[in-house]
């Protein structure tokens, strides 16, 4: 059975492209070796994070994290078995949000819903925690 956890965190500092590039990937390469996909999102210092893989070192991975000095209050959201990925093609998919896309995604709610798109419950857990992210972390 797979394991994610999703966690909230703000950066000590305001991270350069060279620094999240470097950690990007050092985190591509690590995850890779312990079998461990997920998404990073950026934003003004603000980070969120999903990690899915096998439940002990998905467990470990979040233990290093939550010790490293970069971070500032991390967060778990979300920590529960899963029956599927939803990040499986990605060793850390990664993405610098504008203030536009975190515009859309606060919105991504209102529009009309589709009864043949309904979201699997880790799909919604997923949506709702990267609104909560805009709520509570948008800065700029």
Same mark, same amino acid.
């Given at each position: 059975?797979?394991?994610?956890?999703?966690?909230?965190?703000?950066?000590? =500092?305001?991270? !350069? @492209?060279?620094?999240?590039?470097?950690?990007?990937?050092? !985190?591509?390469?690590?995850?890779?070796?312990?079998?461990?996909?997920?998404?990073?999102?950026?934003? @003004?210092?603000?980070?969120?994070?999903?990690? =899915?893989? +096998?439940? =002990?070192?998905?467990?470990?991975?979040?233990?290093?994290?939550?010790?490293?000095?970069?971070?500032?209050?991390?967060?778990?959201?979300?920590?529960?078995?899963?029956?599927?990925?939803?990040?499986? @093609?990605?060793?850390?998919?990664?993405?610098?949000?504008?203030?536009?896309?975190?515009?859309?995604?606060?919105?991504?709610?209102?529009?009309?819903?589709? +009864?043949?798109?309904?979201?699997?419950?880790?799909?919604?857990?997923?949506?709702?925690?990267?609104?909560?992210?805009?709520?509570?972390?948008?800065?700029?």
């Amino acid at each position: 059975m797979e394991y994610c956890i999703v966690y909230l965190s703000s950066s000590k =500092e305001l991270l !350069s @492209d060279e620094q999240l590039n470097t950690i990007l990937h050092k !985190s591509r390469s690590n995850n890779a070796a312990l079998g461990i996909t997920g998404i990073l999102l950026y934003a @003004d210092g603000s980070i969120i994070q999903a990690l =899915e893989g +096998p439940e =002990e070192k998905v467990k470990a991975l979040y233990q290093t994290i939550s010790r490293d000095q970069r971070h500032l209050n991390v967060t778990k959201l979300y920590g529960n078995r899963i029956d599927h990925r939803s990040f499986g @093609d990605w060793s850390m998919g990664y993405k610098v949000l504008s203030a536009k896309e975190l515009e859309a995604i606060k919105n991504l709610n209102n529009g009309p819903s589709e +009864p043949s798109r309904r979201a699997t419950k880790t799909n919604k857990i997923v949506l709702g925690l990267i609104q909560l992210f805009y709520q509570t972390n948008f800065r700029i």
